[in-house]
């Protein structure tokens, strides 16, 4: 099963970043791959774990809305300077001991004996963890605008995705961390079985009314067996690869997209919304006869208005891009920056540029060498809808990329 909060953790701990991070913390880095591994999802399942219940949904949504959260990190960052490093680790271990007092110390101790780095290392990846992932939630909460239901329900909507992505070895001792499966019922559908009544052993004049409380009797028992089909059904079609975010939907007002699950080389999963362009550019890549140059437009990239920021709803797609670059090493891309015809040349030609240029060195510092992407100032001179109008124009203030090497 693929999960987005997962996914947005390994792409910021990618196996290039993880390498330069052991180095820094003066680990190895199978060691500190093997202790991220474990970490990633049991930190994650932590969170989880804390919204089954009313006070800890609280706890965790409050946390979320007061504490301030610096831009999401970049492992360059993380890696570059020590003191960024460890106020980053020592804040996310803050957060985690507010959510359960006294225990963070325990989830150190599991992943050092778990992973063979040191107990000091184990616990500065601890905290590192869960200040990109508080961090990664204070941005959906804020660029989304989710309540604490929406919250709740879109973390529970993870929960066993999460779980089963735990190293069995963490898991049997972290129960107070990440909770329990909650049991299967036991209880059978099946009615049970009726005393047998001879011929002559019913009483004489037996009234009617028994006949029809058995009739309705078998009418309910049918309903709840169909029933029961039914909802077999649909757990079976949400956990197929191609799945309905009816969350999504819920939250942004959107219709629903539809996610499918794509399969990497080397083994990396990603789940993508069908038919956008790092699903189309995956199934590119995949078909062996593929040609370039090949253009695709990054229809779910947007940048905050008038600036070459992208926007934090839009990151996570920018993270995607990443990891299938980092599962292709040969492709290289072209990044085109497209503006409007609106306003001054003499300002969106720049624009267009900059914004090309920023999504390059997101790019680089999510370990893509620079000598795989260019970048090209495109303006307003390829449109590819009429400028009259405001849905036209959005979607002339657009980034295309160019494959321009398999």
Known sequence: ????????????????????????????????????DGLIPTVTAGVINRVSDQEGAIRLYQLLADTSFATDPTMSQLVGTGNHRQKSADSGNALLNQLYSDR??????????????????????????????????????????????????????????????????????????IGTPLPASTRSLQPETAPVVKNGDEPAGAPWWRWLLLALALLLLLFFLLRGCQDEKITRSVNSSTVTDSVASDLDGNEAQVRVGVDLPGGRKLSLVEHSFNDSLARYLANKNSQTPRLFTFDNLTF?????????????????????MQAYPSLAIRIEGNTDSTGDDALNDPLSAQRASVVKQALIQGGIAANRVTTRERGDT??????QTPAGRQKNRRIDVVITKL
Not at 165 to 176: D, E, Q, T, Y
Not at 304 to 324: F, M, Y
Request: proline share 4%; charged share 10%.
């Open 1 to 36: 099963m693929s999960s987005f909060l997962l996914d947005h953790l390994r792409s910021v701990f990618s196996p290039t970043s993880v390498s330069e991070l052991a180095q820094s913390i003066g680990e190895a880095t199978a060691p500190t791959q093997k202790a991220l």
């Open 104 to 177: 963070p110390t325990h989830l150190a101790e599991s992943t050092a004996q778990y992973s063979g780095v040191g107990l000091g290392s184990a616990s500065t990846l601890t905290g590192l963890v869960m200040s990109v992932l508080m961090g990664f939630l204070h941005q959906q909460v804020r660029s989304r605008n989710l309540t604490q239901t929406q919250l709740t329900a879109l973390l529970l909507g993870e929960t066993d995705s999460v779980r089963s992505a735990i190293p069995a070895v963490l898991a049997g001792s972290l129960g107070w961390l």
């Open 304 to 324: 905050e208005t008038n600036s070459a920021r992208i926007t934090a709803q839009a990151r996570p797609h920018v993270d995607d891009l990443i990891q299938i």
């Open 382 to 387: 390829k449109p590819v809808a009429s400028n």
